[in-house]
């Protein structure tokens, strides 16, 4: 008796969701699902994912099931929907046995389309009875990683998913979901859930509205100054002890910031006290531990500040994902110091490992965990651009630039500093293992402090000897020798420093340590005030002041129904679908349903109230309470707050400025040709956009040898000006590298002459 409320996923989307378009990747599981076959969609945190299972949930003739992890998930997911118009409903171990018996009835009755529950579930003799029974179209299985035993988030439960199914009348579509990209957890999940003839799609990993940042500031100051900085926004700052936690929390609070904290040592209802404080915007700031996370779906979080160096990159990318959801521009920025690498050391190999694991196994996990680590601390210390990093570790190619990262946002000059690090080897070696980072840098720096005196640091040979650069980028050296074993540091609070034997390197001159280091002078520590503001405030910049006005009025709106309603202020409508609304200040329900956000039943309940309020505030005068123009219809807010920049072109009169040289690599050529135009108005170039070109004029290019990406020349190439010539890396590796002499400069700098309209 069941029949499809809506022939076209598409329809669906718009009626249900208010979008009108899918993103990357959703159509396609969408389509595969309702086709009949089972799918795996890896996709970041915030990509969509819950779209492509709930849209076939409901085009599908009978029940949904989806078996997800936690609790709050759950629920917050089910609010969702019935906002939505969606029927749904959960059963978790949070209902009464009566409230279970009754939900039961219900779903046997057909009234919900989708039916969350908890994994340990599928084993209660009253639900699979209830299975058995009703027609279940699919079975769809959130944060699927939870099924490998390799990653963190191992739920036993998970491995009973397969018998349930088995044990079902007729085996429904089967369809899994997760954000971990790693082959070993994809494979799992492939394996153990047992799909079959499975569509697998990976979806890019790029969170393009996200800005990534590694800091070396002093980290209190910092996250002071930055929370103050975004004291309208909501944010999480996670740290790697419960007493980071406890301890920031309580700084910020004295500070009068509104912020609350979690970790796994708190009683049960103070961590659901302060995550609904969060999640309803009471408190928007969350100081936490990684317990912190999994399952908020929190639209408008606005940064995640990392206080400590996270153990791998699969950890750093998913908290940092938290960010961001709602697709407008958000900030990840980590802080980090040597001394975490040295804590994380200590952390895991103080790991304990499960009773009658075999010691081969164990040793397996050791290494493994040893190189995630040695991955995020080289993170950390890069001086590259960060997203490329995170994507190539996730496996994608990539450009090498991004624009919207610290290491892309400074501007680096290549420097060898052997003879600085000779000088840190010697301070260190002066020391005899006696003192950590602080006194060294400060004796180097030649600085006056009593405690230099006391320990007769002040005496050494090597006092003041690299005054030139000052403490913090004393530090950085440091840091970057603990990195790459010159150093050691110990492992416990102390963190002393001690020469390593593979110091000889540098010290008998064979290894040249040529660093990247800023080009201008190193910024104030302090560095969160004075930064230049990456992001625009909020989700509202290109409102006008009469704008922000009305967003304020729709956000007060929003919150006194998310009260009356008991849900999360974005169940109502995000930020993002507020701003829509100010930008298209509609006064009908169709205009209203231009709205992206707006959907029909999410029209049906709050559409009138948004109305009038925007007619209350507006005196039913169109008004434009915007700057700018929108340029699109699909996005209008997006689109028109961040300017475009032009493709990289430079004019006659700048190309004759060209600083030619003998020789140049062709990062050099980029950076001098980037220096030779307005930044505002175009984007960058970079060595690989050169490459490329040249390698489609088939003059020269990168082809893979033996596993290794090489370079290669061409006669054309070659008479051209171009040179192939043999460098040595700073790990001591041969490679080639290609170089332009003046008349492939001349050639390059045409080339983009040519570009110009
Ligand atoms: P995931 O589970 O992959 O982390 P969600 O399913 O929670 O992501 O979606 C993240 C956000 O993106 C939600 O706010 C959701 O409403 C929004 N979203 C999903 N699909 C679309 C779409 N096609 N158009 C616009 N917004 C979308
Ligand atoms: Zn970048």
């Known amino acids: 008796m069941q029949v499809r409320e809506q022939a076209s996923p598409l329809a669906a989307l718009k009626k249900y969701y208010g979008y009108s378009s899918f993103r990357p990747g959703q159509e396609i599981m ?23 299972y709930q849209i076939p949930a409901l085009l599908l003739p009978g029940i949904t099931l989806v078996v997800s992890p936690l609790i709050s998930l759950m629920m917050d997911q089910v609010k969702a929907l019935n906002a939505a118009g969606i029927h749904a409903a959960y059963i978790n171990s949070s209902l009464t046995e009566a409230q279970i018996t009754k939900a039961l009835q219900y779903a046997a009755q057909g009234r919900y ?30 944060e699927a990683h939870c099924i490998s035993q390799w990653g963190q988030d191992f739920r036993p439960g998970y491995l009973k998913i397969v018998q349930f199914i088995r044990n079902l009348a007729v085996r429904p579509i089967v369809s899994a979901f997760t954000a971990t990209a790693t082959e070993e957890v994809k494979n799992d999940i492939l394996c153990v859930l047992g799909l079959v003839d499975p569509k697998v799609l990976v979806t890019g990993f790029d969170r393009k509205n996200l800005y990534f940042g590694v800091e070396t500031a002093k980290k209190d100051e910092y996250v002071r100054h930055y929370v103050k900085r975004h004291a309208d926004e909501s944010g999480i700052i996670y740290c790697a002890t419960r007493k980071n936690v406890d301890k920031l929390c309580q700084k910020l609070e004295a500070e009068g910031i509104a912020a609350t904290r979690y970790h796994a040592g708190l009683a049960d209802w103070e961590r659901r006290e302060n995550q609904e404080d969060f999640i309803y915007d009471r408190k928007p700031v969350m100081v936490a531990t990684n317990a912190f996370g999994m399952g908020i779906d929190k639209s408008n979080v606005r940064y995640v500040l990392h206080y400590n160096m996270p153990q791998s990159m699969e950890n750093y ?33 103080q790991k304990q490992f499960e009773e009658g694991m075999l010691p081969e196994d164990m040793e397996a996990v050791r290494r493994r965990d040893a190189a995630r680590l040695r991955a995020m601390t080289n993170y950390c210390t890069s001086t590259g651009c960060l997203r490329a990093y995170i ?11 991004c624009g919207n990262c610290s290491a892309c946002q400074s501007e680096y000059e290549e420097c060898d500093r052997t003879e600085e690090a000779k000088q840190v080897l010697a301070c260190v070696r002066e020391a005899r293992g006696r003192y950590g980072v602080n006194v060294i840098a400060g004796t180097l720096a030649g600085a006056r402090r009593g405690k230099l005196q006391e320990y007769g640091c002040m005496e050494y040979q090597s006092y003041g000897a690299l005054k030139h650069l000052g403490e913090a980028e004393i530090k950085k050296m440091i840091a970057w020798l603990v990195a790459e074993g010159d150093l050691r540091q110990t492992e416990d609070r102390y963190g002393l420093l001690r020469v390593e034997l593979k110091a000889q390197g540098i010290l008998s001159g064979e290894k040249p340590v040529i660093l990247r280091v800023p080009k201008k002078q190193a910024q104030p520590v302090a560095a969160a005030d004075a930064a230049p503001e990456r992001r625009q405030k909020s989700a509202s910049v290109d409102l006008n002041s009469r704008g922000f006005a009305l967003f304020d009025a729709l956000r007060a709106l929003r919150m006194e129904i998310a009260r009356r309603e008991s849900v999360p202020p974005y169940v109502v409508f995000s930020d993002k679908t507020l701003v829509g609304m100010c930008t298209l200040v509609p006064f009908t329900r169709e205009e209203m349903l231009e709205v992206s ?90 060595g690989a956009e050169i490459l490329r070109w040249i390698e489609a004029e088939g003059l020269a290019g990168e082809k893979y040898e033996n596993g290794r990406r090489t370079k290669y020349l061409t006669a054309e190439g070659e008479r051209k000006g171009i040179l192939l010539e043999t460098r040595i890396s700073q790990k001591g590796t041969e490679y080639l590298d290609l170089y332009y002499n003046e ?6 700098v045409e080339h983009f002459l040519g570009r110009e309209d």
């Open 743 to 748: 008349q492939a400069q001349r050639m390059i």
């Open 113 to 142: 389309k989708i039916i969350y529950v908890a994994p340990e579930r599928l084993e209660s003799r009253e639900f699979i009875c209830f299975a058995q029974q009703a027609e279940i179209s699919m079975v769809t299985v959130d």
């Open 391 to 401: 994507l190539r570790y996730f496996g994608e190619e990539t450009e090498d630039t």
């Open 30 to 52: 969408v389509q595969t699902i309702i086709s009949g076959r089972d799918a795996l969609g890896i996709m970041p945190t915030g990509a969509g994912k819950s779209i492509c």
């Open 317 to 349: 990318y998913q908290e940092a994902g938290r960010a961001g959801r709602d697709g407008e521009p958000a900030e990840c920025i980590l802080l980090y110091s040597a001394q975490d690498v040295m804590i994380n050391r200590y952390l895991l190999e």
């Open 597 to 686: 956000g707006v959907g029909e039943n999410k029209f049906e309940k709050y559409g009138r109230q948004f109305l009038d309020a925007i007619r209350e505030f507006t005196g039913g005068q169109r008004e434009k309470l915007y700057y700018g123009d929108i340029v699109e219809n699909e996005e209008p807010v997006r689109t028109a707050r961040r300017r475009e920049k032009k493709p990289f072109a430079i004019s006659r009169e700048q190309a004759a400025a060209f600083p030619y040289a003998e020789k140049y690599r062709a990062p050099e050529i980029a950076e001098a040709l980037y220096a030779l135009v307005d930044h505002e108005t175009y984007k960058k170039t970079s």
